[in-house]
């Protein structure tokens, strides 16, 4: 762990990009215990990492749960960890008012496309400052 955050001290955060991924638990962890972050999922045992990468795709931050956690469940707790940065950007699975107000509250930006029942809009996001192809 320490040598993930020296690695990490000199992050470009102007970007912040967060998001969530399964990995496969091996065979013969179904008597693992809770905290070591190994759960039904998918129809095996997995673990999740959340992981918060920087406007270089460089890993800064992450929280490690079991496979059944969804993305939404520890959003707050991985952006709480992050460094000020401009933009908090996510997929839809980030989508609530909770994470966008969390975002905001650390004078971040939230640059998260809604779910398509959404009862709220995109209309304060900027797309001149979201051209990721430049």
């Avoid at 091996?26 to 190994?38: D, L, M, P, V």
């Avoid at 969804?70 to 008012?97: C, M, R, T, W």
């Amino acid at each position: 762990m320490r040598l993930f955050k020296s690695l990490s001290a000199n992050s470009d955060v102007e970007w912040e990009f967060i998001d969530g991924s399964y990995v496969k638990a091996h065979q013969h962890s179904t008597g693992a215990a809770s905290e070591q972050a190994i759960a039904l999922s998918r129809g095996s045992n997995t673990s999740k990492i959340h992981l918060a990468v920087d406007s270089y795709v460089l890993p800064i931050e992450f929280i490690i749960t079991g496979g059944d956690v969804h993305d939404s469940k520890v959003a707050n707790e991985l952006i709480e960890l992050l460094p000020q940065g401009d933009f908090v950007i996510a997929d839809k699975n980030y989508d609530s008012k909770a994470i966008r107000d969390k975002t905001q509250e650390r004078n971040s930006s939230p640059v998260i496309p809604i779910k398509q029942n959404s009862k709220i809009d995109n209309g304060d996001i900027d797309g001149a400052y979201i051209n990721i192809g430049t």
